[in-house]
């Protein structure tokens, strides 16, 4: 695992698999959502969020947890010697993310995300973009992953059984 691609529907436990990567194989982490968004939720520049993911691309090492523009997607499924499409059942999706949201709520601090930015104040936008990436997003996602299936190391997690199998199944820190 050199160059990571780790993809799949908000709520389905992408980034806390990000982080145990990451950590395992000590390949750098970029969380998409803290290069799209600055704090207060304000969005990244295109051309400035563009030029940012074709440079970590061009690096010999990599994790990239989320999606960013399809064009992008593509090229990173491309160079990606591995691609994690974690892909469970829409409602597990929106029962994490309210979960999550609830957490928020109550103050508990989250794992990863952009910096500065309050879970709280996207509730709504949250749950419109996870339906939206399942009806939109996902079939070409899912046809992106079936095409490299042959020729990169592909792990398609469809359950949260399969996620906590995968996760169990990786290597201790050395």
Sequence with gaps: ??????????????????????????????????????????????????????????????LIDGFGPWDQIEARAQLADTIIFVDHPIWVHFWWACERQIAAAQGNPRLGGPPDCDLRDVTKRMFETIWWVHENLRPKLASLVEHYQTSKSVVWIRSPEALADYMAQLPANE
Excluded: S
């Excluded at 400035?48 to 990599?62: A, C, F, K, N, P």
């Design 1 to 62: 695992m050199q160059k990571v691609m780790l993809i799949g529907n908000g709520g389905g436990g992408k980034t806390t698999l990000a982080y145990q990567l990451a950590a395992r194989y000590d390949l750098p982490l970029h969380e998409i959502d803290a290069l799209q968004f600055q704090p207060g939720w304000v969005a990244t520049p295109a051309t400035e969020l563009r030029q940012t993911l074709e440079h970590i691309h061009q690096t010999e090492r990599w």
